[in-house]
């Protein structure tokens, strides 16, 4: 199965929860390019990894890291942070 695959055609952003284990979960990001991940927060910490694309993630303490395939960044809980796509972009996030 490709991850690509998970998400419906031409919608702009998706996320698909696609492995929950007893201790954390899996998701599958689509962001196609010039979307945005609007603002949100996270309880837990989170790991965010780019697959494919270029994204940048940008949170409310100034953080901008632009993502390219193999990069991550790692997200504070309780920091509003966003991410928008410089490209179409496939991105998972592991809580």
Do not use: Y
Request: proline share 4%; with cysteine; net charge neutral.
């Amino acid at each position: 199965m490709n991850i690509r695959s998970l998400h419906p055609k031409g919608k702009s952003v998706s996320a698909i929860s696609f492995f929950k284990g007893s201790e954390g979960q899996a998701t599958a990001l689509q962001i196609l390019a010039g979307q945005i991940l609007k603002e949100h927060i996270t309880k837990t910490p989170a790991l965010l990894l780019c697959l494919t694309g270029q994204a940048v993630f940008e949170n409310e303490e100034g953080i901008k890291e632009t993502l390219l395939p193999g990069d991550h960044v790692h997200i504070a809980p309780m920091v509003k942070h966003w991410v928008v796509a410089a490209e179409d972009s496939q991105l998972i996030l592991i809580k």
